[in-house]
């Protein structure tokens, strides 16, 4: 079955190749990697990836596991050269500077590209200054200021009805959902372009990983998202793009109602199907 | 690699299984049609209309097993078209039992006895009962030139439909023979819709993209 599909979906390539640019062209990019290689000591865990992503677009990433999503991620805002033994080739560029070679500061970089964890990692501080650590670290000390970056962060992450009243509490006292969403509200402080999302709902229970999905649409209205996924459902839920990622390569990357109803690879059908993974 | 959700697909098998079954059980009922009409006693025609329900019993267990999958499975992809199109199968050969039933209703109304007829009634059984036999080997062998080859003949049912419809016996005065004839010759050729529109979703399942889209290319 799958091979036949493979033979039909060759005679119907060159205008599904044609299609995709014309919808892409509206949206600026935002990131783009260019024969992206990484290696762990001798592991080759990421091998000439090419991807591209755009404005206001959420993204997703599946894979199975130690397939290198998590790796590409952390590589975006240089994270990866934190483990001494990394070794990268090839590029990424951000708003068209190569992350590696401009000269762009590791700090300029995840300011302008925040992330969100698996697990929600508050500071052991109150709400509050969870919210405004950021935006101190820059430099920002007025109450005034602090407070309404606290509030418009604490609203664009769904939050704030919920903690308006007990803003001086520590964060630590907060349900799971509640501290991811904290999270969320602080990495938007310091008014990112790209929130990198890790499996930012698998430590979460359904209805605040519902909350989650529902305040990625309305980030995205105003940011680009990056979300790493073993939910194969949410990435079909949230994501407009899905890319495949299985042992180091990009097997296939389209919009997601392509890679989830009809996928052009026998391997990416066979994971999104949970054949394999 | 290792292969998940052995139990999953196990189902979707059996689910697959339960349509070819239903698919065989019209089959059987099909190729006995006329017969039913032309025959001396009713009792045969009265007992096709009874066992209609055993087709309908088979269809609701597959709507039922289908949105269970879906329901606890999750399914994507080809697995999703597949169920869906078994939905949608299922329904179709439901209503290819109506429209046996339907025949044999008439023979319980009267007895058409017009040679020519017949033999042209007992065409389209011909034509309509290849046609199912040969979806059912397009699907097993994944053949799309057979499924195309298959959409193409309902036209001759059809054919023979306008044949029977513009015949001489609709000038013989017996309103209810004439409107019974009529009848037949509709139900007969509704069977072949029917089996076109099976093609059609088989085409969908292994490709994934609509029939129409596919004769417009």
Known sequence: MAELKTKIKQNTQEQSVEKSPIIQEEK?????????????????????????FHENDINAIIGPSGCGKSTFVKSLNRMTELVPIVRTEGDIDFRGDDIFKSGMSVEELRTRVGMVFQKPNPFPKSIYDNVAYGPRVHGIKKKAVLDQIVE?????????????????????????????????????????????????????????????????????????????????????????????????????????????????????????????? | MTVYREKFHEELNSLISECINLGKECQIRLAGTVEILVAENIDAARKVVRK???????????????????????????????????????????????????????????????????LRFKTMERLASLMLEDVYTAFKEEDMDLLDEIILRDQDIDAVFVQITTSDIFEESDAFLTGQIQLTAKYLERIGDHIKSIAEHIYYIHTGDPYEKHKSE
């Open chain 2, 52 to 118: 209609d329900a055993e087709i309908n019993r088979m269809e609701a267990d597959i709507n039922a097993h289908a949105i269970n999958l879906i329901t606890t499975q999750a399914p994507v992809a080809t697995d999703l078209r597949t169920i869906i199109s078994c939905i949608k199968i299922a329904d179709n050969l439901e209503r290819i039992g109506d429209n046996i039933s339907n025949v044999a209703e008439v023979r319980k109304r009267i007895k058409i006895t017009n040679e020519r007829t017949l």
């Open chain 1, 152 to 277: 418009k962060s604490l609203r664009s992450a769904s939050i704030w009805d919920e903690v308006k009243d007990r803003l001086t509490d520590n964060a630590y006292g907060l349900s799971g959902g509640q501290q991811q969403r904290i999270c969320i509200a602080r990495a938007l402080a310091v008014e990112p372009e790209v929130i990198l999302m890790d499996e930012p709902t698998s430590a979460l229970d359904p209805i605040s990983t519902t909350k989650i999905e529902d305040l990625m649409q309305e980030l995205k209205k105003d940011y680009s998202i990056i979300i790493v996924t073993h939910n194969m459902q949410q990435a079909a839920r949230v994501s407009d793009r899905t890319s495949f990622f299985y042992q180091g390569y990009v097997v296939e990357s389209d919009d997601t109602n392509v890679i989830f109803e009809n996928p052009s690879d026998k391997r990416t059908e066979d994971y999104v199907s949970g054949r394999f993974g």
């Open chain 1, 28 to 52: 600026e990019v935002v990131f783009q990697s260019k024969n992206f290689n990484l290696w762990y000591g001798d592991n080759h865990a990421l091998q000439d990836i090419n991807l591209t």
